[in-house]
């Protein structure tokens, strides 16, 4: 078992890493939209929230020696569900033809008052 961390993306704020690799499986924590240089939540829609969170998954996946092209499911967890088709857009630009499995849930609140938190699962070969 490997930890991960990655100082292009944010920084665990608790007993957790940001990922975590076991053999050929990586499991990454769930992410909100906080920029890695400003340590501050990042952007005021879904949209932006969503491109943010992806990146710094984007950013975790490569420390590790994945890439998007190797996640295997995704749970995304939405303040709103209403936020549903904003999200899925810029989530689909993320993806392209990749298409993991994922599940998606509608929460009462997330840190920060992010609107989107995404965790992952990617595995090699």
């Known amino acids: 078992m490997e930890f991960v961390k990655t100082d292009k993306a944010p920084q665990a ?42 990146k710094n998954i984007e950013a975790i996946l ?3 020696g994945f890439s998007l092209k190797d996640v295997v499911k995704t749970t995304v967890y939405l303040k709103n569900m209403c936020d549903f088709a904003e999200m899925n857009g810029v989530y689909a630009k993320f ?16 840190p920060l008052g992010a609107l989107v ?3 992952a699962i990617a595995v090699k070969g």
Not at 19 to 36: D, E, H, T, Y
Request: charged residues 25%; hydrophobic residues 40%; aromatic residues 6%.
């Open 95 to 110: 993806f392209g033809e990749h298409r993991p499995a994922r599940a998606t849930a509608e929460v009462s609140n997330l």
């Open 62 to 64: 490569r420390e590790a």
């Open 13 to 54: 704020v608790g007993p957790y890493s940001q990922a975590v690799k076991v053999g050929n499986f990586l499991f990454i924590s769930g992410q909100i939209a906080i920029n890695p240089e400003t340590g501050k939540l990042e952007g005021e829609t879904v949209a932006k929230q969503t491109e943010r969170v992806l």
């Open 117 to 119: 938190e995404i965790e």
